[in-house]
C-alpha cells in the first residue's frame, strides 16, 4: 500500500501564494508519475498538474504561468507551488501518485482564495 498525506492548504487573499506539498511512504517502487487534482464545490474533480517520473510537466491551462509542480524524489515528495491565486481556484486539491497501474490518492487539503 501506498499513503499519500497533504499539507500546506489554507485560506489567502487574491493574489497571493501558498505551496501545497505531498510526502508518499509505503511500497513505492516505480512511480511513474505524480499529480494534483482539485475538486471545487458542485464541480467534477480535475487534473491541474502532472509531473513524471522523468520530469516533465503539464498544466492544465487556467494555471499556465501561475502554478509549478516540482518533485524531490529522494523524499518522495511533490509539490505545488501556487502564485497569483484567484478566487476561481478555490478547491479541495488531491495528491495523486501512479505506479504500476494502480493510482493512489491523498486525503485532500482545503485551499480557499478570498476576493
Known amino acids: 500500500q501506498v499513503q499519500l498525506v497533504e499539507s500546506g492548504g489554507g485560506l489567502v487573499q487574491t493574489g497571493g501564494s501558498l505551496r501545497l506539498a505531498c510526502a508518499a511512504s509505503?511500497?513505492?517502487?516505480?512511480?511513474?508519475?505524480m499529480r494534483w487534482y482539485r475538486q471545487a464545490p458542485g464541480k467534477e474533480r480535475e487534473l491541474v498538474a502532472r509531473i513524471s517520473s522523468g520530469g516533465s510537466t503539464n498544466y492544465q491551462d487556467s494555471v499556465k504561468g501561475r502554478f509549478t509542480i516540482s518533485r524531490d524524489n529522494a523524499k518522495n515528495t511533490v509539490y505545488l507551488q501556487m502564485n497569483s491565486l484567484k478566487p476561481e481556484d478555490t478547491a479541495v486539491y488531491y495528491c495523486?501518485?501512479?505506479?504500476?497501474?494502480?493510482?493512489?490518492w491523498g486525503q485532500g487539503t482545503q485551499v480557499t482564495v478570498s476576493s
Open positions: 495523486a501518485l501512479f505506479q504500476a497501474g494502480y493510482g493512489y
Open positions: 509505503g511500497s513505492i517502487f516505480k512511480i511513474n508519475s
